[in-house]
Nanobody, 125 residues
């Protein structure tokens, strides 16, 4: 299973970006998918996750009300819509798949395997 990410880039504070995470030739329907980020000099942080069949979602307190995770199983893609971006959202963002099928998602990186390649999100004026 290889995850491919797209999206990201440079945006001003208050702006929006959408990240995408998909897999070729492997259905993601049955896996929880998480988004994580790592800023320079900081530890990796769980941002949002979504369980298989969108049964539940979890968000870090720092992004609640601003970020939305969703999945489109027809496109085999999970999205992270990021609105009202702040300077402190600057980081490399990664998606990852939980290898245990149908497990409720958690924001713990150790529960995930099959990481995406990472994409830079820079919020700057």
């Amino acid at each position: 299973l290889q995850l491919a990410q797209s999206g990201g880039g440079l945006v001003q504070p208050g702006g929006s970006l959408r990240l995408s995470c998909t897999a070729e030739r492997f259905p993601l329907d049955y896996n929880s998918i998480g988004w994580f980020r790592q800023a320079p000099g900081k530890e990796r942080e769980g941002v949002a996750c979504i369980s298989s069949r969108s049964s539940n979602t979890n968000y870090a307190d720092s992004v609640k009300g601003r970020f939305t995770i969703s999945r489109d199983n027809a496109k085999n893609t999970v999205y992270l819509q990021m609105n009202s971006l702040k300077l402190e959202d600057t980081a490399v963002y990664y998606c990852a798949a939980d290898p245990v099928l149908f497990r409720q998602c958690v924001l713990l990186g150790r529960e995930y395997e099959h990481w995406g390649q990472g994409t830079q999100v820079t919020v700057s004026s």
